[in-house]
């Protein structure tokens, strides 16, 4: 059974780093894409990137693009979205999800739960 | 705004048909593939349908896709009160460097 295991809650002060995590399991993990989507509150889904584990090779949105960075762990099945400095507009739901076994970049066929991020002064 | 987009709501009554429709250009919808995802509330989105029209294992019948030049459409047969959530589109856009782009979303509501 794939399973996307996402970290916990993070509250965080602007200009805060964090780091969160996507644990994958039930799937080969080196041979599928992984993306994140953000959603603010009360707003759509946005697709953020995606990066493929085997190689780390990534694929940035022009709008998160300087603002995020993605990486995964192959030695244990894990994947992260990183900031440096957070904004205040960084607050989200952020969800990891699996590249589909079809065009594997274009969409996602199984989701993690979501990270809800809160970043405040 | 979206480059790809969907009306805000739409409603039905129980085992009714609705459909959503999803409106892009020849950069987007007109060159892609074209996805569904079902969020229901508080819950993470699902996949409802890949590649125009193809259901994953799992996906009731009832769900449906099409696509025809540049806009696709979901439909929704004999709706039943789960199916309230929102439904998003995506596909692929030129203009984005060949990134993904999600649709606006739908509400369903099931009076």
């Known amino acids: 059974e794939v399973q996307l295991v996402q970290s916990g809650a993070e509250v965080k002060k602007p200009g805060d780093s964090l780091r969160i995590s996507c644990k994958a399991s039930?799937?080969?993990?080196?041979?599928?894409?992984i993306g994140w989507v953000r959603q603010m509150p009360g707003k759509g889904l946005e697709w953020m990137g995606i990066?493929?584990?085997?190689?780390?090779?990534?694929t940035y949105s022009p709008a998160f693009q300087g603002q995020v960075t993605m990486s995964a762990d192959k030695s244990i099945s894990t994947a992260y979205l990183q900031w440096s400095s957070l904004r205040a507009s960084d607050t989200a739901i952020y969800y990891c999800?699996?590249?589909?076994?079809?065009?594997?970049?274009?969409?996602?066929?199984?989701w993690g739960q979501g990270t809800l991020v809160s970043v405040s002064p | 705004q979206s480059v790809v987009s969907q009306p805000p709501s739409t409603s039905g009554t129980p085992g009714q048909r609705v459909t959503i429709s999803c409106s892009g250009n020849?950069?987007?919808?007109?060159?892609?593939?074209v996805y569904w995802y079902q969020q229901l509330p508080g819950t993470a989105p699902k996949l409802l349908i890949y590649?125009?029209?193809q259901r994953p294992s799992g996906v009731p019948d009832r769900f449906s896709g099409s696509k025809s030049g540049t806009s696709a459409s979901l439909a929704i047969s004999g709706l039943r009160s789960e199916d309230e959530a929102f439904y998003y589109c995506?596909?692929?856009?030129?203009?984005?460097?060949?990134?993904?782009?999600f649709g606006g979303g739908t509400k369903l509501t099931v009076l």
């Open positions: 995506s596909t692929c856009d030129d203009g984005l460097r060949g990134s993904v782009v």
């Open positions: 039930g799937y080969d993990f080196t041979d599928h894409w």
């Open positions: 999800a699996k590249g589909g076994d079809w065009n594997p970049q274009d969409y996602f066929d199984y």
């Open positions: 590649r125009n029209n």
């Open positions: 990066i493929f584990p085997g190689d780390s090779d990534t």
């Open positions: 020849s950069s987007n919808i007109g060159k892609y593939y």
